[in-house]
Structures are given as C-alpha cells and as structure tokens.
C-alpha cells in the first residue's frame, strides 16, 4: 500500500482575475517522482507553493500527511552579495547538526566546497548546496521549482539522475517542476502537464502522444520526446558525464549526458 504524503482535492486558486490553477487533482506518495511541467504563467509555481503551505487555496483543500518533513529546494537563491558567506555557514542556518550538514554536502557531490563562498559558486553547484540543504532535514517529501536552471545541458541530466538516486535512497516523494521537457521524460515517474487546469498526466512515454500534450507543446516536441524516451539505467557524474559500474553500460555508450536524459 502506497504512503501517501500530499493529495490536492480540487484546489483553485485566484488572485484579481480568473483561476491561476483551477481544480487540480494530484497526490504524490512515497516513493513517486511527480514532474510539473507546463508554458510560462500556466500557475506551476502557484500550484507548488500551495502545497509548501505558502500561498492560500481560494477553493479546495491540500492533505498533508501529519508532520510531514518537507524539503525545498527553490527557484533561485536571493542572498545579499555583499554578505560574506561560506557554504558551511549557510547550512549551519538549517539548524542541523555540522556533520549531517556535511554528509548532505558529500552526497550532492559538493563536499569540497565547504569553506568557499557561497557567492563564487557555478550554477550547478549552487543547485546542488541548495538540494543538500533540503537533505539534511532527511526530507519526506522533495520539492524543487526548476532545480536545474542556469546549470549546463551535461550539468542538468546529472542533476535529474541525483534527483532519482535520492528518492532510491530516502525513499521520499518528489515533486518538480521542469522546462527541460527532454531532461524530465527520462527522469520522472508521473508528468503533469498543466495550463491552469492540469491538460493531460500520465508516464512520460505516454503522455507525448497525448492530443491535450501536443496541443500545449506542438507536435515537433511531441515527436521529439516520443523518439527522445529511453530507459535510464546508468550513472552520471557531477559533469553529466556516463561513468562505469552499472550492469547496461554498454547499451548507452553513445550517451554523453547531453539531452537525451
Ligand atoms: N501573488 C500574486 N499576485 C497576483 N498574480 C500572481 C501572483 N503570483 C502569481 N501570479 C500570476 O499567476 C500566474 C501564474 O504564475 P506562476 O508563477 O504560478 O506560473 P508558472 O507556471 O510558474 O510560470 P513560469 O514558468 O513563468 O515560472 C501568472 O500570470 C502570475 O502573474
């Protein structure tokens, strides 16, 4: 039996005009990896901090499960550049403990940078402090507004297989958002493809013949993805690079980490 941790019942929510997200329907349980995706304005952002308890339904209600731990990971990081910084201290500002800050930094693959500057950082190793600070928490449920903007096309598919590997690991639920349509329909369990209402969900291998999905996105990305899809089953790098040790190395050997992931 699933464990669920979040179900929205027919939530909408409005601001002056007409619904920014109207009558969405979703639950993400243990275990799920649910990508959010959809054109600009189309309410994801909205959508998601309802769910973070950050922006008020208008109609509907959202279930959490009772203390449910939740990390997030947002859209960017607002820090005043001239705060001087380093990245040890800006997990200490979590509250967790120094050596379960310092694992989560490891596991991100960015345990070497403790004692930089948060300020000098690449954009992939901004994601990657910001993801480790929503694992210290030992998170239940991940949330993340487009963890991979401002990372590189290599950058980014490592950053999905991290993703992945964490809900392996913790075993929590994800919830995403994502522009990177090729990068999500390799990384993803559920799609949910939304324009204020939700147009179409379902697997990422389905959801590109969907006429709701190929209204949304046009038929030349529909086709794309549809040919895009494989089986993920490797491993990548901190460059998106494929490195050695899964057992189906060798049918992915063309694969760079560019983006077909
Ligand atoms: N606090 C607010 N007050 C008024 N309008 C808002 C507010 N927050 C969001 N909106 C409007 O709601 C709509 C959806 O915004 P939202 O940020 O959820 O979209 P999005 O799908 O995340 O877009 P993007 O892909 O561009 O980030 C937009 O038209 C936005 O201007």
Redesign the pocket.
């Known amino acids: 039996m699933p464990e669920r941790l979040v179900t929205l019942n027919n939530v909408s ?1 409005r ?3 007409p619904p ?2 109207d009558g969405i329907n979703l639950t993400v349980n243990r275990g799920d990896i649910v990508t ?1 995706i ?10 998601i ?1 309802s769910v973070l308890g950050l ?1 008020r339904v208008s109609s509907g209600n959202i279930w959490l499960k009772p203390g449910v731990r939740i990390g997030y990971v947002p ?1 960017h990081l607002v820090l005043q550049p001239t705060l001087p910084l380093s990245v040890r201290r800006f997990m200490m500002l979590t509250g967790e403990a120094g050596d379960r800050c310092q694992q989560a930094l490891t596991r991100t693959g960015v345990g070497h940078l403790v004692d930089a500057s948060i300020h000098h950082l690449s954009g992939g190793e901004k994601q990657r402090v910001l993801i480790a600070r929503a694992l210290a928490r030992n998170p239940e449920l991940l949330v993340l ?2 963890p991979a903007q401002g990372v590189d096309i290599n950058g980014q598919a490592a950053l999905y297989e991290l993703i992945r590997s964490l809900r392996d690991e913790l075993h929590c639920g994800v919830i995403m ?1 994502s ?1 990177d349509l090729h990068l999500v329909m390799a990384a993803t369990d559920q799609v949910i493809c ?1 324009n ?1 209402h939700v147009c179409c969900s379902g697997r990422p291998e389905d959801i590109s013949a969907d006429p709701a999905f190929i209204e949304t996105f046009g038929q030349q990305v529909a086709e794309s993805l549809a040919v895009y899809h494989h089986h993920h089953n490797h491993q990548h790098n901190l460059h998106g690079d494929v490195v050695a040790g899964d057992a189906d190395h060798r049918q992915h050997e063309g694969c760079s980490g560019h983006g077909a992931h």
Not at 38 to 47: R, S, V
Request: charged residues 20%.
């Open positions: 929510v601001f002056d005009g920014v997200i959010i959809g054109p600009n304005g189309a309410g994801k952002t909205t959508l901090k922006q859209q507004d487009e958002i522009h939304l204020q």
